[in-house]
């Protein structure tokens, strides 16, 4: 996963409580993102951040925010946690000619 | 919404060439196509990429249409540890940056 991870690896969480997942790279790449997966799908991208101090909204943002206060740590964070964001999230970073690379996951189940 | 369109899903018999295509009709002269594949449980992880040109690399081959309005990615000899959904993607871009629109790629069945 070229230096990408990602904690927790999996968590449960109860309608309404917030938590926040943290993705963290031991490179100098600029460019991270978030994702989400459901059962059967593609990914989709949530925010993503061309730099230290940057964020920006993706496809699907809505119920999350992020912050990128160090340039190795991308922070997904989610408010008040529903049903719907139950999903697997990746976090992935930008290399050298535009080739992405993915963290291993962090799997959710909101109930 | 994805810019391009691959089967739902693959068969391939072990050590035999798999053939994955991919239609990009709406691709622009400065994209690129990349392929990237996720195996189970993991994230997915880049196969290749191309822009004009047949590509080769120590995974696969990437042969492009000469109007770029499909891509065939080149699987030599089918491993069951190829066994994996194969994602063909291009850029969108928007807000100052390139993003990766996925869309539910071609799942591919490697028979022992």
């Known amino acids: 996963n070229a230096g990408v991870t990602q904690t927790p690896k999996f968590r449960v969480l109860k309608t309404g409580q917030s938590m926040t997942l943290l993705c963290a790279q031991d490179m100098n790449h600029e460019y991270m993102y978030w994702y989400r997966q459901d059962p059967g799908m593609g990914l989709r991208l949530i925010h993503y951040s061309v730099g230290e101090g940057t964020t920006a909204k993706g496809e699907v943002p809505d119920g999350y925010n992020v912050s990128r206060l160090k340039k190795q740590n991308f922070l997904l964070g989610l408010e008040s946690a529903a049903p719907s964001q139950t999903s697997v999230y990746f976090c992935?970073?930008?290399?050298?000619?535009?080739?992405?690379?993915f963290g291993p996951g962090t799997r959710l189940l909101v109930l | 919404d994805a810019k391009t369109t691959q089967p739902n899903s693959m068969e391939s018999n072990e050590e035999e060439p798999v053939h994955l295509p991919c239609n990009h009709s709406?691709?622009?002269?400065?994209?690129?196509i990349h392929w990237y594949r996720q195996l189970p449980s993991q994230g997915p992880e880049y196969v290749i990429h191309g822009l004009t040109s047949n590509v080769n690399n120590r995974m696969a081959s990437l042969a492009i249409a000469e109007d770029r309005k499909s891509s065939t990615l080149i699987l030599h000899r089918a491993t069951l540890r190829d066994a994996a959904v194969y994602y063909c993607?291009?850029?969108?871009?928007?807000?100052?940056?390139?993003?990766?629109?996925f869309g539910t790629g071609t799942r591919l069945k490697v028979l022992a």
């Open positions: 993607i291009l850029r969108d871009y928007g807000s100052g940056t390139y993003k990766y629109i």
């Open positions: 709406t691709i622009s002269g400065t994209d690129y």
């Open positions: 992935a970073l930008r290399a050298q000619g535009e080739t992405q690379y």
